[in-house]
């Protein structure tokens, strides 16, 4: 009898559908906080009979209801089945699959460009040469045996156990079964179960799990063993062990106080799950966006208001109610800040295109209005002066980001445009404050030619390390500064792209606390346009007309699934990001030097940094190690 082959992992690492099978481990050891959630993946290769078809799709695609859903095969014959066994934990289990990378993405600093390239090599700042395939898409599995879906929402509890269930995966406990080592700790109250079984299909040859693991209320720290049993339907293959070792550290991660901003599109979610904007069906599907957006500690969400609010245009009248059922979501969920915008547009060309060069930005809800003319004046003074009303009628006006217009100083072709553009954004803030005096305003932008305007600074991570001593002087006068990453910075700059490593959206974070700062925002948390489906194509159209496609995996953090919204490996290591910043802050107050020497390991700068997995993983243990003392 021979063992299954393939891969498994639990460091913060891609893994390939094509990738050269070995003998699966016997044991892995994993570290976690109280309330830490670390993941493991297993690839099985599945070597198939040739009389057995393979039913699974080579695009791991199938048309069905939702088009832009994927569907895979459940019989037995095309399923590998896992077994976990063991105490003290609660898992979620998940169906990796693997989505296409037609690009590499260029090595630009800025917007425009080859923001993406087929090179005849690798780049060096690159994990593979496109076109690849990658296990990103985590598809929820619910396992035999679970006490089903946990009931409780993030951030229920004082001890900030915070996360939720996979998007419709069971959060199972799994609780007493035979001890194989006199180390392991019993679970209070626990009672006996089941082993817990899932069966992932079969795709290409390949079964492909994700699971996750959440230590129990009231565990004792110490070290536990869970046992993953691996079963395929080959018939000279032996069921396969891997003891799941876990040394549960005596630390609790702080509730956030960093705060998170990944924009949404609710046309987006309406489009790909076949459901009316403002339905029952479109609010079920759109609190499961928002329980993934909390999985990693988001606190600030970002509504784009549309034409949809004018009622009238002779003269312009406002109506911003239909926003009530969506924003009373975000806040039930636990979200603080609600941010809100635009106020401006850059217009349009002849065209159709956006005017990205303008010197004369025009009204958000009359783009064909200049905004410093008269009429552009009347308009905005009814815009603010409903939208104040609206948000004042909710108790919403003192927990309020506004932006103007995003980006005022990028695409600014000449000192002249900036002198324009800066005029207007002045009146526009004089005018904002003048309805809504506690508001905020906040701004994607590049250097701090918008002194006076702002509340929050958001560069670029290229942006702020360029202007870096102008930022600081900014957060020094009292200002915030965040980070944002958007289809730029590229190359060996840290980002979340689908061809760098997965561990670069973790190690993101640790620059930003590197850095003090108070915040993350990026654009793409599901950004498909119209037409895309990302189980197919994961580079998108970019609809500025400056520069190529954007780069692949920039548009979004999350898949349309049948059923909702399915988490990525990119989101994953993003949350565990945030939940390493705030263990980092806690450091940093106990120990700043300790604190600034653990960073230094993995994190100078954000292009200058290791990405090695194992010694990431040293150091995060270091750091748990460090706060237990």
């Known amino acids: 009898m021979a063992q299954p082959t393939g891969y498994a992992t639990a460091y913060e690492e891609f893994l390939f559908p094509d990738q050269e099978p070995g003998a699966l481990p016997t044991h892995i050891d994993i570290t976690t906080a109280l309330n830490g959630r670390p993941g ?19 695009d791991n695609h199938r048309e069905t209801e939702n088009p832009a859903g994927a569907e895979t095969p459940d019989r037995h014959d095309d399923t590998v089945r896992f077994q976990l066994t063991g105490e003290g934990f ?17 090595d630009g600093q800025t917007q425009g460009g080859d923001m993406v390239t087929l090179p005849d090599a690798r780049p060096e700042y690159a994990i593979r040469k496109a076109p690849f395939k990658v296990y990103d898409c985590l598809r929820p599995i619910t396992s035999a045996g679970g006490n089903g879906r946990e009931s409780r929402r993030p951030h229920d509890s004082d001890d900030s156990r915070n996360g939720l269930s996979g998007q419709n995966s069971k959060a199972t406990p799994i609780l007493p079964s035979v001890q194989t080592d006199q180390n392991v700790h019993a679970t209070p109250n626990a009672t006996a179960q089941s082993m817990h079984t899932v069966a992932v299909p079969v795709i290409d040859d390949r079964a492909a799990l994700y699971l996750t693991l959440q230590p129990n209320p009231g565990i004792t720290p110490g070290r536990y063993r869970l046992e993953l049993t691996v079963e395929t339907s080959a018939q000279n293959n032996d069921p396969w062990s891997i003891a799941l070792d876990i040394t549960v550290v005596n630390v609790i991660i702080p509730p956030e106080r960093f705060h998170v901003s990944n924009w949404f599109s609710l046309p987006a979610i309406s489009r790909m799950h076949h459901a009316d904007m403002g339905s029952p069906r479109f609010l079920e599907v759109l609190d499961q966006y928002i329980e993934a957006m909390r999985r990693t500690r988001q606190d600030t969400f970002f509504i784009e208001i ?16 239909y926003l009530t059922p969506i924003i009373e979501r975000f806040f039930a969920a636990g979200m603080t800040t609600l941010e809100i915008g635009p106020l401006l547009s850059r217009g349009f060309k002849p065209d159709g295109m956006p005017n990205m060069l303008t010197d004369a930005f025009t009204c958000a809800m009359a783009p064909n209005v200049p905004f410093e003319s008269t009429q552009g004046y009347d308009i905005t003074t009814a815009y603010l002066a409903a939208l104040a009303a609206f948000l004042q009628r909710h108790g919403w006006q003192r927990h309020v980001l506004v932006h103007i217009h995003d980006e005022p100083d990028v ?11 800066r005029r207007q954004y002045y009146m526009a803030v004089a005018m904002l404050k003048k309805h809504l005096p506690d ?15 702002l509340d929050v600074w958001i560069p670029t991570t290229s942006g702020y390390e360029a202007e870096q001593r102008s930022f600081e002087r900014m957060r020094e006068l009292g200002d915030e500064v965040w980070n944002y990453v958007c289809c730029e910075p590229e190359g060996h700059w840290l980002n979340r792209f689908l061809d760098q490593k997965v561990i670069h959206s973790r190690l993101l974070f640790w620059g930003f606390e590197y850095n003090r700062l108070s915040g993350f925002l990026h654009w793409g948390f599901n950004q498909f346009p119209e037409g895309m489906n990302p189980f197919q194509a994961t580079s998108c159209h970019n609809p500025t007309g400056l520069g190529t496609n954007f780069p ?4 979004f953090i999350v898949y349309p699934g049948n059923d909702g919204p399915w988490l990525s490996m990119r989101l994953e290591a993003e949350r565990r990001g945030t939940e390493d910043l705030e ?3 806690q450091l940093r107050e106990r120990n700043p030097e300790l604190h600034n020497r653990l960073i230094a390991q993995v994190f100078r700068s954000n292009t200058d940094y290791s990405d ?4 990431f993983d040293r150091a995060y243990r270091q750091l748990l190690g460090a706060l237990a003392e």
């Open 40 to 58: 493991v993946q297993v690839v099985v290769a599945v070597d198939k009979p040739h009389d057995v078809e393979n039913r699974a799709h080579t």
């Open 90 to 106: 609660s898992v979620e289990w998940f169906h990796m699959i693997a989505v296409p990378v037609e690009y590499n993405t260029g």
């Open 306 to 321: 549309d034409q949809t609010c004018v009622t009238s245009r002779e003269p312009y009248t406002f109506d911003f109610e």
């Open 411 to 421: 695409h600014c072709p000449s000192e002249g445009v900036l002198a324009a553009r």
């Open 439 to 453: 508001a905020r305003v906040l701004e994607a932008i590049k250097t701090d030619s918008f002194r006076g305007g």
């Open 552 to 555: 692949c995996g920039d548009a």
């Open 583 to 585: 263990l980092l802050r």
């Open 612 to 615: 090695d997995e194992a010694a």
